[in-house]
């Protein structure tokens, strides 16, 4: 037999090779957050730009030496300030329920309207524009789509008592959005002059009769928004699968239940500010993952930062392409977010395809 001192060369190289791959592992993720972090101060700078520009334009152009005087009083502090407030908290509300429902579905293509909550709170709010007559005030509409968003919450939370799979629960909240889908059709067809006119405008989404009145909206949406940015431990459990997260004792069957309940509520609040707008939820935090951005505890901050800043983008584009009037928010994220989401599709479907292969 050899000699034990013969063997220490050989278990010496093998400690030292341990430690360049221990070494080499530390070194990639310092490199990792530090990118994580210049990818938050980049989308942190965005958006404050974005404000800045969204605070100046409009019909009447007031730069920032302007905001003090009597138009600026006006158009800054009392139009413009309380709808840049709306469209940065709503955008970062839905970029928010995007990115707890993909890692909720273990589906890269949720969104908040996935679940059927957003048609929910639609019928709630076609319900109160079709019982008050188009006279109810703005407030009670709000309380209607919020009322309507958590009753179809509550519906799928019923689904998920009954412990039905992740992939079933997310069918039942497709089957409960066509049946809202539906729903508001035949109240569209059914209802007057008037409110069809209302109707077809909430369906488009826009923040133009957004002002200081709806801050309680605004408010509401506070509490989810910061809950849901400390979720990121259960995320990236659920983002590895069902069985792997309650095999690392993770309560999959409550916190399902609890993210159902605060996506329901950010996207009931969001539809009773702006009415219905899509694919933010569905775009922005996929469009993170492929920057390299997969971990919840920046994914969330930076979803919402990045959410905020792309609703605010299109808001601008809609006050300022036409000249006597305002397109709707949801024409645009349509626009700009219907060509991602069929390359998204594309790109799924070569993956499953390589997959199978």
Known sequence: MRPFFFALPKASRKIKGMKLQLASLSLCIHSQRRRERRVLTGLALALALAVILSLCAGDVWLWPTAWTSEAGRLFVWQIRLP???AVVLVGAALALCGAMMQALFENPLAEPGLLGVSNGAGVGLVAAVMLGGGTLPGWALGLFAITGALIATLIL??????????????????????????LMTWAVYFSTSL????????????????????????????????????????????????????????????????????????????????????????????????????????LLPAAMLAGGGALLAADIIARLTLVAAELPIGVVTATLGAPVFIW??????REVHHTIV
């Open 83 to 85: 709808r840049t407030l």
């Open 157 to 182: 939370l019923h689904f998920a008592r009954r412990h039905l799979s992740t992939s079933r629960l997310l069918l039942a909240g497709v089957a409960l959005g066509i049946v809202c889908s539906a």
């Open 195 to 298: 409110d069809l006119r209302q109707l077809m405008y909430w369906m488009m989404g826009g923040f133009g009769g957004v002002d200081w009145q709806q801050g309680w909206l605004m408010l509401a949406l506070l509490p989810a928004l910061v809950w849901g940015s400390f979720q990121a431990k259960a995320l990236n459990l659920l983002a590895l699968g069902e069985t792997s997260a309650r095999q690392l004792g993770l309560p999959v069957w409550m916190w399902r239940n609890l993210l159902v309940i605060a996506t329901g509520w950010l996207a009931g609040v969001s539809v009773a500010l702006a009415g219905a707008i899509g694919f933010v939820g569905l775009v922005v935090p996929h469009v993170l993952r492929l920057c390299g951005v997969s971990d919840h505890r920046t």
């Open 344 to 349: 998204l599709l594309l790109r799924a479907g």
